[in-house]
């Protein structure tokens, strides 16, 4: 089993807390991960991206042309980090319009939930109803468990429960 | 928590479990990217030790290493942990405690960021230590990092020596499973036995300390231990082999993987990139024609073994800038292995830039000295208000405290023309102040530098995650302490003007920064020093009072653009095709500090029930 992900968005959407939850759902799966995280200023609001590597690796990052599968919660990154992606390789994308990609309004679907940064739980529901990742459903949920705040696991759950649910 | 539970750790936390499992019980730190949580994890991990810990973050790094140094001498094993640049701030210990030498293990852990993602320099401690003459240690995945820190500190104690750790931000900002191991009760009574002639060395010792650390060097190049590793390879490439440290060897197994060519040639991983292993030099020079070098960032490596036939930095086979990412070791080693040329790609559009968050009171103080004094000359510094350079508020930003020394240079060649001067406003953070900008303050009044500081307290070190700052009176485990106030420290630095100031008003905040600029501009001006004071919007308390509110666009919007280009919050966008602005009801937090920004005053704030 060897999967490489990038996981793309702006400082504050919640890019690293989504790549936590599928790198612990490796990690509970016994499979080997390596992740690779943006911090320091261009957390601040600008683009960041973060990279999951699963199986055995040796280094974090990913390469050009390299990605199985990447999940962007900012939909103008697509310029940015799409030559990181295989060209046969998944694209998952927040959008409200058409456009290449699998792609779902998780933003919209958060905001109802009462939090635009859930936006990121939606996305990771809706790449996996489409089984575009080395895990399924339970791994995903055990992970969120794990790592949400516990008065915050419900809500969490939910998020990607509408995303799983398109 | 069971001892051998596998868990998805960062690499710096990595590194922190790494430093209480070897019975570290003294760690002193200044906040900084990418270091900051080695320091924080501990913290977070310190019920797991068997025995007392002194934990701080201390003003800046100079004084952590001192502190780390002090522990040592008492026989308990010690830790300081700093930035690349911070290495700077703590060089003249550094340097003097390779000579002298430490008791009880010691280990710096100097975080490099190659790229540099978040740093002004992308400087290589390895150079560093070989300058200063200190063994360093160049781990290549957050496991191998802590897996180091045992052996670093038994090869401390062996020679009684500082021995640097240098993860990189790949290593440190890497997540990884990494199983967790028992922390030790060390029973160490701290015990400290003078010995003038060692820790007060005059001119007249250290020839003879020297000599004794080079005779260390030499041994320690030599550790079984800490021999360069060799995969060999299945013959089909004679005389010809990879040497790599750091994450860049990483980058080179995954590649010689996906490139089938994993086995074939013989391949060197540095643990230790100085002192180097004296065989390993002589082995290379015997067995090899051709050797690749892959190091980060400066050929550290490549110049101590000085192979007729390596190819690397020095020839600029290998990028002499930059991070060595997956794609360039991919575009070297294909020159030097004669592969097929990887893909070619086009440049990647530009990311969004990083922006002051929405609300940020950093962001109202910049506008009001910009609107102020349009002709200002504004040297800043670093912290997330360097980000101030995107409203054209920030002229120059160098190293930690230097605006302040900065801003009066820049008043001293303005006077010597005689004249008019133009007014310069220094922005320094709280945290930076006491870093290093007390000493600049207290130069600026003895010179009689005519020039406003002000300083954007928003009472956290914001940039890095929040750590605390001396004037909120915690230490690094949250424990109360005394809180260090900043306005005595300001008085006592002789300063005869200083007003407190809440940036939200920006009237408030016009009218101080007036008064101050008649202050410095009077018969017997000086430095005039104003404290722009609110919370970090992302400090938890301040989120807690603050009441939940955002701002509408109303039907008066003319769409000028105003708000957006200079006011650049990141919840104001334009809406080219209407023609007007909008505000992101999900970013925007209502702090109404863009009221005043709008010209034909088309921005309301509402509460939200
Ligand atoms: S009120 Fe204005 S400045 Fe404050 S967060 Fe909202 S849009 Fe930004
Ligand atoms: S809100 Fe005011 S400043 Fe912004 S575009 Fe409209 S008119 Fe211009």
């Given at each position: 089993m060897k999967q490489q992900i990038i996981v793309s968005g702006i400082g504050g959407q919640g890019a690293l807390f989504l790549t936590r939850v599928i790198a612990q759902a490796a990690v509970d799966l016994d499979i080997p991960v390596m992740t690779s995280e943006t911090h320091g200023m261009a957390q601040r609001g600008g683009t960041v991206i973060s990279t999951i590597k699963v199986g055995p690796f040796a280094s974090p990052l990913i390469r050009t042309g390299q990605a199985d599968v990447a999940l962007l919660l900012w939909e103008d990154n697509l310029g940015v980090h799409r030559p990181l992606v295989k060209d046969d390789g998944t694209l998952v994308i927040n959008a409200e319009g058409a456009?290449?990609?699998?792609?779902?309004?998780?933003?919209?679907?958060?905001?109802?939930?009462?939090?635009?940064?859930?936006?990121?739980l939606v996305l990771l529901g809706c790449a996996v109803r489409h089984q575009a990742l080395f895990c399924d459903q339970q791994a995903c949920a055990a992970a969120i468990r794990k790592l949400a705040p516990a008065r915050f696991v419900e809500q969490n759950l939910q998020a990607f429960y509408e995303g799983l649910n398109g | 928590m069971s001892d051998t539970a596998i868990h998805l750790v960062m690499g710096n936390e990595a590194?922190?479990?790494?430093?209480?499992?070897?019975?570290?019980?003294?760690?002193?730190?200044?906040?900084?990217?990418?270091?900051?949580?080695?320091?924080?994890?501990?913290?977070?991990?310190?019920?797991?030790?068997?025995?007392?810990l002194h934990l701080e973050w201390s003003v800046n790094e100079k004084i952590a290493f001192e502190v780390a140094l002090a522990a040592s001498y008492t026989g308990k094993r010690s830790a300081a942990i700093m930035k690349q640049v911070g290495l700077n701030v703590a060089a003249d210990p550094f340097m003097r405690t390779a000579y002298l030498g430490t008791v009880g293990g010691m280990v710096t852990v100097v975080a490099d960021d190659p790229?540099?993602?978040?740093?002004?320099?992308?400087?290589?401690?390895?150079?560093?230590?070989?300058?200063?003459?200190?063994?360093?240690?160049?781990?290549?995945?957050?496991?191998?990092?802590?897996?180091?820190?045992?052996?670093?500190?038994?090869?401390?104690?062996?020679?009684?020596?500082?021995?640097?750790?240098?993860?990189?931000?790949?290593?440190?900002?890497s997540r990884q499973n990494v199983a967790l191991g028992a922390v030790p009760v060390m029973n160490r009574p701290s015990s400290f036995t003078p010995d003038p002639g060692r820790w007060c060395a005059t001119p007249a010792f250290l020839p003879g300390l020297h000599g004794a650390l080079n005779k260390d060097l030499e041994a320690i190049s030599r550790e079984p231990e800490w021999q360069p590793r060799l995969t060999p390879g299945d013959g089909s490439r004679p005389g010809t082999a990879l040497v790599a440290s750091g994450i860049v060897y990483a980058h080179l197994v995954d590649l010689l993987d996906e490139l089938g060519l994993a086995g074939t040639i013989d391949l060197y991983q540095v643990l230790m990139p100085y002192p180097l292993s004296p065989t390993f030099i002589e082995r290379l020079r015997a067995d090899y024609q051709r050797l690749l070098i892959l190091e980060?960032?400066?050929?550290?490596?490549?110049?101590?073994?000085?192979?007729?036939?390596?190819v690397g930095k020095q020839g600029g086979a290998v990028p002499r800038v930059g991070e060595l990412t997956p794609d360039a070791v991919h575009a070297v080693l294909a020159d030097f292995l004669h592969l097929a040329k990887p893909r070619q790609t086009g440049p990647a559009q530009r990311g969004q830039r990083p922006s002051l968050c929405p609300g940020c009171p950093h962001r109202a103080a910049f506008y009001t000295i910009k609107q102020t004094f349009p002709d200002g000359i504004y040297p800043s510094d670093i912290g997330c208000y360097t980000l101030g350079m995107n409203l054209g508020a920030v002229h120059t930003v160098h190293c930690m405290?230097?605006?302040i020394s900065q801003g009066a240079g820049f008043y001293q060649a303005y006077r010597l023309d005689g004249g008019d001067f133009p007014t310069v406003v220094v922005t320094i953070g709280?945290?930076?102040?006491?870093?290093?900008?007390?000493?600049?303050?207290?130069?600026?009044?003895?010179?009689?530098?005519?020039?406003?500081?002000?300083?954007?307290?928003?009472a956290t070190t914001a940039m890095t995650g929040g750590q605390p700052v001396p004037h909120l009176g915690v230490t690094a485990g949250g424990q109360p302490t005394t809180a260090i106030a900043i306005e005595p420290l300001v008085r006592a630095a002789g300063v005869e003007f200083l007003e407190v100031c809440d940036p939200y008003d920006s009237r408030a905040l016009t009218r101080v920064l007036k008064q101050a600029d008649a202050h410095i501009r009077s018969d017997d001006g000086s430095v005039a020093v104003v404290i722009s004071r609110h919370p970090c919007v992302m400090d938890p308390a301040a989120k807690k009072i603050r009441s939940p509110a955002t701002a509408i666009i109303t039907d008066e919007c003319i769409g000028c653009g105003t708000c957006v280009s200079e006011y650049e919050c990141p919840a104001l966008s334009l809406n080219e095709e209407e023609g007007r602005a909008v505000i992101d009801g999900d970013r925007c937090i209502g702090c109404g500090t863009c009221v005043d920004v709008c010209p034909v005053q088309a921005i309301e704030v509402k509460e939200l029930s």
């Open positions: 456009g290449p990609g699998l792609r779902i309004d998780a933003s919209g679907i958060a905001r109802k939930l009462g939090n635009a940064v859930l936006s990121n | 590194i922190g479990d790494g430093l209480l499992e070897a019975g570290c019980q003294v760690v002193a730190a200044y906040p900084g990217t990418p270091s900051t949580e080695i320091m924080q994890s501990i913290i977070t991990a310190k019920e797991r030790a068997g025995g007392p790229g540099p993602h978040s740093s002004q320099t992308e400087q290589d401690t390895r150079l560093f230590c070989l300058q200063g003459r200190v063994p360093v240690l160049d781990p290549s995945s957050p496991a191998e990092a802590k897996a180091m820190i045992g052996p670093a500190y038994a090869l401390s104690e062996k020679y009684r020596r500082n021995i640097v750790l240098r993860p990189t931000t790949r290593i440190s900002h980060e960032t400066y050929p550290v490596i490549e110049l101590q073994l000085a192979h007729p036939g390596a405290g230097a605006c709280d945290s930076t102040f006491f870093h290093a900008g007390i000493p600049a303050l207290i130069n600026a009044v003895l010179q009689r530098a005519r020039i406003i500081v002000v300083i954007l307290d928003n």
